[in-house]
């Protein structure tokens, strides 16, 4: 019903940028929260950053000053700017979706497949 399509990613040094993207697409009325959480090896997936209703922003501390998020609503997409990253950020990452479909009236939430983000010297 609703699909997301991730790109970005990749390897990069210590104190480099990169640049995530999730596309949504389906049966969406509205999106009422979207984002990012990551899940590094051996640890619990965490929330990395969440855009509710766009209206606020939750960032975890660890990436606060240094990633941004923005949203283009007509698209149903998100962008994610990393800068400054570091060897910590190391993980898969994955956008999140909370919808609310259209016809059904109800709301789901989806996750996209995942994108690697390696940070290493």
């Known amino acids: 019903q609703v699909q997301l399509v991730e790109s970005g990613g990749g390897l990069v040094q210590p104190g480099g940028s990169l640049r995530l993207s999730c596309a949504a697409s389906?049966?969406?009325?509205?999106?009422?929260?979207m984002g990012w959480y990551r899940q590094a090896p051996g640890k619990e997936r965490e929330l990395v950053v969440l855009i509710n209703n766009g209206r606020s922003t939750d960032f975890a501390d660890s990436v606060k000053g240094r990633f941004t998020v923005s949203r283009d609503n007509a698209k149903n997409t998100a962008y994610l700017q990393m800068n400054s990253l570091k060897p910590e950020d190391t993980a898969v990452y994955y956008c999140?979706?909370?919808?609310?479909?259209?016809?059904?009236?109800?709301?789901?939430?989806?996750w996209g497949q995942g994108t690697q983000v390696t940070v290493s010297s």
């Open positions: 999140y979706v909370a919808v609310k479909l259209q016809l059904a009236g109800i709301n789901r939430t989806y």
């Open positions: 389906g049966s969406i009325f509205t999106i009422l929260a």
